[in-house]
């Protein structure tokens, strides 16, 4: 499925009337609904670009007989948490390591996401049921990392590389208390965290040239 394709059948499974929006960086093109808010752009290897995806439009019928459920604890589609992703890239150093875990020491000691507070999510039980599974990050299947703190944030990392860049992607959405919640926003990150992924184009970056050795006088 093209791209432009894919953000046509996006627009439409959420209702959404406008088109996709392009933004730009060194080192890639982010395709994007209108609606999604781009709150930073990357302007040099090591800032974030960031991106809050959050629901298309807010009308919901919570109270009365209208309402879903009689229970607002069941109408989680009226809560659904924004979703923030931060964009980080750097030139590919050459490396043939696992690109998620090369992101994820880069981005260890980022005061915004503070992950040293952060822990593993264990894969037994699965988490909310649901094996953890590849995202599509420049055209590769990666396993992301899957990391929580309580209070604090579910965070989802993955790494990519292509045309000389290397890529990470960092997902995450406010913890919640309450399992049925938590589980419904970590399904919906999980979605939203893809349909970004799917909408990056890298540009191909000249590599920096060779330093030469300095001459004896």
């Known amino acids: 499925m093209t791209k432009v394709l894919l953000f046509v059948v996006m627009a439409a499974s959420m209702g959404c009337a406008g088109g996709a929006v392009q933004l730009q960086t060194p080192r890639y093109t982010l395709s994007h609904p209108d609606f999604w808010k781009v709150q930073k752009v990357a302007q040099k290897d090591g800032e974030p670009t960031v991106v809050s995806i959050g629901q298309y439009g807010d009308a919901v019928i919570d109270d009365g007989a209208g309402s879903m459920n009689e229970s607002k604890r069941d109408n989680y589609e009226s809560v659904t948490a924004d979703v923030e992703v931060r964009l980080y890239a750097w030139a590919d150093p050459g490396t043939s390591g696992d690109p998620t875990q090369e992101v994820a020491k880069l981005l260890d000691l980022d005061p915004d996401l503070k992950l040293q507070q952060a822990m593993l999510v264990a894969d037994n039980p699965p988490e909310c049921g649901v094996y953890p599974k590849k995202q599509r990050i420049l055209g590769m299947d990666q ?22 860049t290397l890529l990470a992607a960092v997902a995450r959405v406010e913890y919640q208390q309450d399992i049925r919640r938590f589980c419904h926003d970590l399904s919906n990150m999980r979605v939203q965290l893809q349909n970004l992924l799917d909408g990056i184009v890298p540009k191909a970056v000249a590599p920096a040239p060779a330093v030469e050795p300095a001459k004896s006088p």
């Open 143 to 164: 396993m992301p990392l899957d990391l929580v703190s309580r209070p604090g944030w579910r965070t989802i990392i993955v790494g990519g590389k292509a045309s000389g």
